[in-house]
């Protein structure tokens, strides 16, 4: 009896091991989704192409890079993602746009790694600026992006995503206890329960869903990893450098994995940001209702950025004043323009034809002229700019008016330090 125990043990613990080292296995979309429509035929020309990489800091960058436009694409994949999830989106905005996607390396296990790994394919591409877009994970990195390298960021969408928080932390603490002690093979079965039992009846039963997601590549040690990015805090800052990049927040109503605090808290992070919510499409709203979210992205890559076009404004004012151009300064101000400062205790008021003739009577300067802060609400905007000369420094405060298409300052408050 004891040996027929020791036997059983032996069996039971032989079973274990060997479970524990049995990876999980990756299924073929094409087997599983019997469809030919364009969604399937799309995917099988676009796994066809070859794709880059590029190593950082010992970690090997696999992504794609193609189309053709004057601006770039960004496309930042969720948790359990790789380059090719975006291939609805990447065949729509190609023709129009140069599209960058990558795989993040199973390795990385923080913001400031993915970051470098990012920034190097930006350089390696010679990208200054993109347009992004990521989701769940990848919305969360973007955030942090947008942070940390702002100049870089020209508009961000902010995909079925989060802010900084501690729910995700506190709500799976146990489950990210026991996790790395789990077979590979259990996480993958976990995983898939979910799937069936949540993400796929979330997106309205989409076949399509159902059998893409079990052909993403996965690991534990992926899993792991990804998940300590997505709690992996960050500072929050709100400097005109941050404020001035549009933003885009796309949601759906009945994310399973993205819950209702969560949703809201994003959008108190963002209080600027457009809002676009689908509606039962589920967490993956660029897979199975892929038509929808390519408009919704496009239209907002078409919307002018007010900011951009304010600016232009400003460094018009800011040339003007060095170089005495008394046309850039006409361009600059509403004819009707006053300007203000405080004379004798009181508020002097100055016409915009006595400032011109003072630019005249002052003619070439060579101040330092920063852009300080700034705020658009619809068609009227204020921003504060400072002249640095050697001795002193100007702080203007300008009110700005869209009038007719363009951006002028019908009024500007200023003081000397």
Do not use: C
């Amino acid at each position: 009896m004891k040996k027929k125990l020791k036997l059983l043990t032996l069996a039971v613990l032989l079973f274990v091991v060997t479970s524990y080292f049995i990876p999980s296995t990756q299924k073929d979309f094409f087997k599983h989704y019997n469809l030919k429509d364009e969604a399937s035929i799309s995917l099988k020309k676009f796994q066809a192409r070859s794709v880059k990489s590029v190593k950082v800091n010992g970690q090997d960058w696999k992504y794609y890079v193609g189309g053709k436009g004057k601006k770039t694409i960004l496309f930042l994949h969720g948790m359990g993602g790789a380059y090719d999830l975006w291939w609805q989106q990447i065949k729509y905005f190609e023709n129009d746009y140069r599209v960058i996607s990558y795989s993040l390396p199973e390795n990385v296990n923080s913001l400031e790694k993915a970051k470098k790994g990012i920034l190097k394919i930006l350089e390696v591409e010679k990208i200054d600026t993109f347009y992004g877009v990521g989701t769940s994970m990848g919305g969360y990195i973007l955030q942090y992006l947008v942070q940390e390298v702002p100049n870089k960021v020209e508009k961000a969408v902010f995909g079925n995503t989060f802010p900084v928080n501690n729910i995700i932390t506190t709500k799976n603490k146990k489950k990210s206890q026991i996790i790395p002690w789990l077979p590979e093979i259990l996480i993958s079965k976990l995983g898939e329960k979910q799937l069936n039992a949540k993400l796929v009846p979330a997106a309205k039963n989409s076949k399509l869903l159902a059998a893409f997601l079990p052909s993403l590549p996965f690991s534990k040690k992926q899993f792991i990893n990804r998940y300590q990015v997505i709690i992996n805090p960050f500072a929050i800052k709100n400097n005109y450098d941050i404020e001035r990049i549009p933003k885009l927040i796309i949601e759906s109503d009945n994310d399973p994995l993205v819950e209702k605090i969560l949703r809201k808290n994003l959008k108190k992070t963002y209080p600027k940001a457009k809002i676009h919510t689908f509606h039962n499409e589920g967490h993956f709203p660029y897979i199975n209702a892929a038509s929808k979210y390519n408009n919704t992205l496009a239209l907002f890559f078409n919307e002018e950025n007010d900011f951009v076009e304010i600016e232009k404004t400003v460094n018009n004012y800011f040339e003007g004043r060095k170089t005495a151009n008394i046309d850039l300064l006409k361009v600059s101000f509403s004819k009707n323009a006053l300007l203000h400062t405080v004379k004798n205790n009181e508020n002097f008021k100055i016409t915009l034809e006595d400032y011109l003739k003072k630019v005249r009577s002052d003619g070439i300067q060579k101040p330092k002229t920063t852009i300080i802060d700034g705020s658009v609400i619809n068609n009227i905007a204020n921003f504060q700019t400072s002249f640095d000369y050697d001795k002193i420094s100007y702080v203007d405060y300008l009110t700005l008016m869209k009038i007719n298409g363009s951006w002028q300052i019908i009024e500007k408050t200023f003081t000397k330090i």
